[in-house]
Every structure is written in structure tokens, then in C-alpha cells.
């Protein structure tokens, strides 16, 4: 009988997010007789909990809901969940006795690049270890090439894009590093999401006889729904008529709903929060808009793309690679300018619709769940 290789997986909650989502995808569709996971969550939270397998042995160091706002009541609660997880960066040993019970592990996974620390402090030093980077890290401040650069003390180096491979073979110093970098494709459940998206829902909250925008995603000020807001307005003044969707939440909602006060948009532009199931207001709308500052590798693109919908972004990591350079999408410059344009370019010409419907119909998608599955399975067996 085959020997199961042993996984430590480490993540910090499985809230509704992209990497999050592509993590329970994996872990739906690897297999139980050829490995034994334990997924090891800071904050044993989110609607993907519900998802993991049931052979997955689940770790958590706090319970609790996510805390997305700075309230005076919520500031102790979250200064002591930072600390108690500090304490086990610290003294990792602790960790790996109490909670983890002595087990030994074949590989260590850092599912998220956040994650690199509590990885790399181990004190498991046989182990292979791998970090999974889901987000454009040279875009967020707080990585600093000196960071970065520690990502090379890991065995392999996932990445989700070819400008985050570039970017990472820049910072390498020699080709052992430059090796340790690998392209993957995130893992896209192609039935599921239109199985998903084929469900009635009775809040849609417009008539299709408008052209209708959709943008899905946490409300942070990376995803520039305040430049979103700014260029609906414009297009409206100047005697554009369409609509707005923007599904999700986050620590800025209360300041995106403000601005969309301030515009006075509340007849054409709704924020719904948060949506488990986005899917079927994906499927009722006519255009995806994304206005986002950066990214990774936006998952959400991919569904659109499962959904055959015509798509405008902005220039940031893995839209060239999803969009196949524009072949499947408009690819505007990363700025209001580049987002009004994109919108613009859909209200004016009613034929590219029809034409990116044809492409994308027409493509072999490369992120199907079946490639990437095995893909991530071939790195693990052979790290």
C-alpha cells in the first residue's frame, strides 16, 4: 500500500476570497488515498468552512467572525486575537506540540503568501516547504524586495501570473531560485459556477432593458470602487445611460456608500454587500467591470469568463493571462481614464459584445479544475 504523503496546509480563515476559494477547490479534488492533510486555520471562520472535505483534519487557533472595521468596541478583540497568534510566530514549538500534536509533516504549505513566516518559522526543518502567492505582492507596500526575497528560502514558489513570474525571476540570483518559481493556474470549478449561477434570485435590483455593469469583490481601496463610482457618474452626465452592481464587503463600505451618496447615485448604482452566491447576478447582468487598483489572480474573471460574459479591466497582475492579451476582453490602463474608456467602448459599439461572446466560446480555458489539479498534485509529489 502506497505511503500517504503528509501536508500541512496554513491559511488565515476561509472567508469569502479568491484564494480561499481555489484552496477548497484543491482540497475537494485531490485525493484521500494519496494524502493526508491538516489545514491549520488562524481564525476558524468564513463560508468555505463548510466545504472543506471531511477526510481534511481542521486546525484552528481562535473561533470567531471575521473583524472587517475599526470600531472602538471591536479594537481589544482584535488586538488580542493578534497577539495570541503572534505568540505561536514566536514559539512555533508550542504550536507544533499543543495544537498540532507532534505530527510530522512530508511538505508545509503557506496557501496564501501571507503566510511565509508561520512556515518558514517551522521547526520541522526536513520538511519541504511551499508558498502559494495569490496576491500582486509587488504592489502592497508592506512587501519589500528584502521580504520578498525571503520567499526564496522556500523549496517552490507558486505563483498565479506570468508578470509575477517575471517579477520574482527579476529579484532571483541564480537559476536554482529562478527554477523554485512556477507558474500554476488557479482552479476553476467550471460546473459549479454554473450550476450556481442558474439559481432564481428575487433581488436583482434592475430591469434588463438597461445596460447593466456587475463588479464583485471586497470592498477595499485596492479594488477602486471609488474611481468605479466616479467614472458611472461621468458616463451618465454625459448622457450615457447604464446601470451598477457592486456585490461584496469589507472595512470600506461605509465609505464607498457615502461617495455613492455624495454622487447622488442611488437610483443607478446599488451596493448589495456581501453575496455568497454572486453567480446569478453575474448571469443577469450584461457586462463585468473591473476597476481594480491590483490584483493576483482575480478569480472572479475566470467565472465571468465561465459565464461568457463580455469583460473591461484594468491592467493589473493575470488580467493579461486571463484576458489572453485582450483576445477575450478589453484591457484598459490601470486609472479612471482607462476604466471610463472600457465602459465607454461597451455603451457606444453594440457589436463587441457579440464578439467577445464568440471568443470566449470559441477558447479552451486554460485554469480548468481538472489541469490545475493535477498541475499542483505533479509539485507536491515531486518537491
Do not use: C
Not at 322 to 334: R, S
Amino acid at each position: 500500500m502506497l505511503k500517504k504523503k503528509k501536508i500541512l496546509i496554513r491559511i488565515g480563515s476561509l472567508r469569502h476570497g479568491g484564494a480561499e476559494k481555489v484552496l477548497v477547490t484543491f482540497l475537494k479534488n485531490i485525493s484521500p488515498e494519496k494524502y493526508e492533510v491538516d489545514l491549520l486555520i488562524n481564525l476558524y471562520s468564513g463560508i468555505y468552512i463548510k466545504e472543506v472535505p471531511s477526510w481534511v483534519n481542521v486546525f484552528y487557533l481562535l473561533k470567531g467572525e471575521m473583524i472587517t472595521t475599526n470600531r472602538p468596541l471591536e479594537i481589544p478583540v482584535k488586538a488580542y486575537r493578534v497577539l495570541y497568534q503572534k505568540i505561536f510566530l514566536w514559539f512555533p514549538s508550542l504550536l507544533y506540540k499543543f495544537v498540532l500534536k507532534n505530527k510530522k509533516y512530508d511538505v508545509e504549505l503557506a496557501a496564501i503568501h501571507g503566510m511565509y513566516q508561520e512556515i518558514l518559522s517551522s521547526p520541522q526543518k526536513d520538511s519541504k516547504k511551499i508558498i502559494w502567492v495569490q496576491n500582486d505582492i509587488f504592489n502592497v507596500k508592506e512587501y519589500t524586495p528584502d521580504i520578498i526575497r525571503e520567499f526564496f528560502k522556500f523549496d517552490k514558489i507558486l505563483v498565479i501570473s506570468n508578470k509575477l513570474q517575471e517579477e520574482m525571476h527579476k529579484l532571483a540570483k541564480n537559476d536554482q531560485e529562478k527554477q523554485s518559481v512556477i507558474k500554476i493556474y488557479n482552479p476553476i470549478d467550471r460546473e459549479d459556477t454554473l450550476k450556481k449561477a442558474n439559481i432564481e434570485i428575487e433581488d436583482y435590483p434592475f430591469s434588463n432593458d438597461i445596460p447593466t455593469f456587475v463588479s464583485v469583490g471586497t470592498v477595499y481601496p485596492q479594488k477602486g470602487y471609488d474611481r468605479l463610482l466616479e467614472v458611472h457618474k461621468k458616463l451618465l452626465d454625459e448622457g450615457f445611460r447604464h446601470q451598477l452592481i457592486i456585490i461584496g464587503d469589507g472595512y470600506d463600505l461605509d465609505n464607498i456608500q457615502a461617495l455613492l451618496e455624495k454622487l447622488e447615485l442611488q437610483k443607478t448604482a446599488k451596493m448589495l454587500g456581501f453575496r455568497s452566491n454572486p453567480y446569478p447576478y453575474l448571469q443577469k447582468a450584461d457586462f463585468y467591470i473591473m476597476s481594480s487598483r491590483h490584483e493576483g489572480f482575480p478569480t472572479i474573471i475566470a467565472e465571468a469568463l465561465i459565464l461568457n460574459k463580455p469583460i473591461s479591466a484594468t491592467d493589473i497582475s493575470g488580467i493579461k493571462d486571463l484576458l489572453q492579451d485582450g483576445k477575450l476582453g478589453i484591457i484598459t490602463p490601470n486609472s479612471e481614464d482607462g476604466i471610463y474608456e472600457g465602459m465607454k467602448k461597451f455603451l457606444t459599439d453594440h457589436t463587441l459584445s457579440v464578439h467577445y461572446k464568440k471568443e470566449i466560446e470559441q477558447t479552451d480555458l486554460p485554469f480548468v479544475l481538472e489541469k490545475s489539479v493535477q498541475h499542483l498534485q505533479e509539485i507536491i509529489d515531486t518537491v
